[in-house]
């Protein structure tokens, strides 16, 4: 019943931005934590980003700290990743999932995902 729907991906030179953002409807928004993971090609999906229900806690992958911003706006039930000075190995297609009461980067814990939003960044 859960419904994500994310937006903002595109095609973008390296050292460029883009905000993606995702949709939620069908669950009680407010009381958990979202994430953001991705799945460049040929390799496995892989943590990006988590916040916790009210905003207090973010968590980012190494690979991302300092680039990419996770954000959430309760009462428009979205979610919403800020990604400056993007790298080729940015490439993947992002997701963006949710479930947790906590937020964490493991895969499993969340139950519901968004159909992926496609992020090309060019040399």
């Known amino acids: 019943q859960v419904q994500l729907v994310e937006s903002g991906g595109g095609l973008v030179q390296a050292g460029g931005s883009l905000r993606l953002s995702c949709a939620a409807s069908g669950r009680t928004f407010s009381s958990y934590a979202m994430g953001w993971f991705r799945q460049a090609p040929g390799k496995e999906r892989e943590f990006v980003a988590t916040i916790s229900s009210g905003g207090g806690r973010i968590y980012y992958a190494d690979s991302v700290k300092g680039r990419f911003t996770i954000s959430r706006d309760n009462a428009k039930n979205t979610v919403y990743l800020q990604m400056n000075i993007l790298k080729p190995e940015d490439t993947a297609v992002y997701y963006c999932?949710?479930?947790?009461?906590?937020?964490?980067?493991?895969?499993?814990?969340?139950?519901?995902w968004g159909q992926g939003t496609q992020v090309t960044v060019s040399s």
């Open positions: 999932a949710s479930g947790p009461g906590r937020p964490v980067a493991t895969m499993p814990l969340y139950d519901y």
